[in-house]
């Protein structure tokens, strides 16, 4: 699933200092400016979040190699340091958190 890089920052930061202990990894994706969450296979077909990407997969998921998957991307938290994936209603709820949060920073400039 993935979200513009400041939505998705704000998100994980929000789950990690939250009572979430199930973030899975997260990949930074620097030249598309997206943070990807794994979530569970199934998701993809539920997944509503304005301003989000949900795409499913063949449900292997990014293997356990420390090196990120795709070229141009490094891991924010790496598989091996998280949970295999991230509970989508508790990532829904930090969207919609961090959305907020973002929206109140910015009509105060």
Aim: hydrophobic share 40%; aromatic share 4%; net charge negative.
């Amino acid at each position: 699933m993935t979200v513009p890089t400041r939505q998705g920052l704000e998100a994980a930061d929000i789950l990690r200092r939250g009572a979430c202990d199930a973030m899975g990894p997260v990949l930074h994706y620097d030249g598309h400016g997206t943070l990807a969450f794994l979530v569970p296979p199934g998701t993809a077909a539920a997944w509503d979040v304005p301003g989000s990407t949900c795409t499913q997969t063949d449900g292997r998921g990014p293997g356990l190699a420390p090196e990120p998957p795709v070229e141009g991307s490094d891991w924010l938290l790496p598989p091996g340091e998280a949970d295999l994936a991230t509970d989508p209603a508790v990532l829904q709820r930090a969207l919609g958190e961090a959305a907020r949060l973002i929206e109140a920073a910015d009509s105060c400039r």
